[in-house]
């Protein structure tokens, strides 16, 4: 209940926010000890080709395997994390796991890594990535850096300069979740962004003949072609959605239907075959004879 008040907002206690305000406490002290017990890992979500099913790479995303809760939601335990200080090492787990990782899949295969706004504003970020691009010897535009609008509230010029490195670098940057933040959309002017990825809540259910989603999703993939910009649509789950999505010309997809995270052993299908089938349907390629 008190979350669904808001954060920061003052509202008359409630038991259950008792229970709630303890239950991340403990939490918080779980999650110090997963990051010692190897209770972390990394799922791999393919990102496809949106015009022909070919392979771009994959999204490295987090799971917690709680030892009585069993899976705890990334959504719930990365905020935890952010708020108890634990996000930079949990982060650098990320990063280095994803590298190393990339490492052992084919040059052309892509990952993508979430970064959390307070990773971004770490002083060293840059220098970790670089550091570990070199030691595993993976070529900088194979690594995706995923960000999300939060990185721009707290407009300094330190952000600006972290963008300008990262380039520098030669990594690729991407906008997550776009159109749910609370950003103006001032920052396209300048930062560098290689692609959009366009939030599942305007994604999922997009076909249906009286959603808006399609007039908004057709907005986003003009603003993104205009500026350089490739498109992802995340959350892709149906054949109409995955249809409606090319039509508006969707650079990528990303979705249950091309598949849901899963451990690296199990890319490997994937990655062989350089494409990736849409779940129990037809495929945009030929049949091959
Ligand atoms: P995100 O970066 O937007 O990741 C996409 C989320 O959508 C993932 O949820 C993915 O499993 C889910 N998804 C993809 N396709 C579909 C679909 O077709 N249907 C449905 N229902 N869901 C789909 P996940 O793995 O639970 O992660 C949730 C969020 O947690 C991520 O959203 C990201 O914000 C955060 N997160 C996950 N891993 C990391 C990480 O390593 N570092 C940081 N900082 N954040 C992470
Ligand atoms: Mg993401
Ligand atoms: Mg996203
Ligand atoms: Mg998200």
């Given amino acids: 209940a008190a979350k669904a008040a808001g954060r920061g907002k003052h509202c ?8 709630e305000a303890s239950d991340r406490q403990r939490l918080e002290t779980d999650l110090r000890f997963a990051l010692e017990q ?10 496809v080709r949106a015009a022909s099913e070919d392979l ?24 935890v994390a952010e708020e108890c200080g634990l996000i930079g090492k949990l982060g650098d787990y990320v990063i280095e796991e994803a590298i190393r990782q990339a490492a ?3 040059d052309h295969v892509r990952v993508a890594i979430n970064l959390s706004p307070i990773q971004f504003n770490d002083p060293k970020l840059v220098e970790k990535v670089a550091t570990l691009l070199q030691t595993h010897e993976v070529r900088a535009d194979r690594i995706e850096l995923e960000i999300t609008e939060g990185v721009f ?3 300094n010029e330190a952000t600006d300069d972290t963008f300008a490195r990262l380039k520098n670098i030669g990594v690729r940057l991407a906008l997550d979740d776009f159109g749910t933040g609370y950003s103006s959309l001032g920052y396209l002017k ?13 994604v999922r259910g997009a076909s249906h003949p009286k959603s808006r989603n399609s007039a908004i999703i057709r907005a986003i993939v003009a603003l993104a072609d205009s500026l350089g910009m490739d498109t992802t649509a995340e959350g892709v789950e149906t054949h ?8 508006l010309g969707c650079s990528q997809i990303q979705g249950y239907i091309f598949g849901k995270p899963s451990p690296a052993e199990d890319c490997a299908d994937m990655i062989e075959r350089d494409s990736v089938l849409p779940q129990g349907h037809r495929s945009v390629r030929e049949p091959r004879h």
């Fill in 240 to 247: 109409d959605d995955l249809n409606l999505i090319r039509e």
């Fill in 190 to 202: 300048t930062a560098p962004f290689d692609k959009i990825k366009i939030d599942q809540s305007f």
């Fill in 12 to 19: 008359f206690f409630e038991p259950s926010m008792h229970s």
């Fill in 104 to 106: 052992e899949w084919p």
């Fill in 56 to 79: 771009c790479g994959f999204e490295a995303l987090i799971r917690w395997d709680h030892p009585t809760r069993g899976r705890v939601s990334p959504d719930l335990f990365i905020s």
């Fill in 153 to 155: 509230l707290a407009d």
């Fill in 38 to 47: 190897n209770e972390l890992s990394l799922h791999f979500q393919p990102i």
